[in-house]
């Protein structure tokens, strides 16, 4: 059984930092693809930041240079280290494993 768990979230003035954590039970998170997703309202799911077997990073370019994914192999976690927070950021962030099994989010507020 899998099981993954955000935590992070909260409100932030913008230019502000958050690290938004997605701790995985049942499996590893350094052999699988793991991405951060998030969703605002009115808005379509929006793929935000990928890790694929624990090492290639690839970011949608409206994060680029401000976000970074990785994961601790100790901890069994993956993570989204967020800076320079804009308010266009503001949504519920979800982590996911292939694309299939999903937490149950976490929400980001930036004013």
């Known amino acids: 059984h899998v099981q993954l768990v955000e935590s992070g979230g909260g409100s932030v003035p913008a230019g502000g930092s958050l690290r938004l954590s997605c701790t995985v039970s049942?499996?590893?998170?350094?052999?699988?693809?793991m991405a951060w997703f998030r969703q605002a309202p009115g808005k379509e799911r929006e793929e935000v930041a990928v890790?694929?077997?624990?090492?290639?990073?690839t970011y949608a370019d409206s994060v680029k240079g401000r976000f970074a994914i990785s994961i601790d192999n100790a901890e069994n976690t993956l993570y989204l280290q967020m800076n320079s927070l804009k308010p266009g950021d503001t949504a519920l962030y979800y982590c996911?494993?292939?694309?299939?099994?999903w937490g149950q989010g976490t929400q980001v507020t930036v004013s």
């Open positions: 996911t494993m292939d694309l299939s099994l």
């Open positions: 049942g499996y590893s998170v350094s052999v699988y693809h």
């Open positions: 890790i694929e077997r624990g090492r290639t990073m």
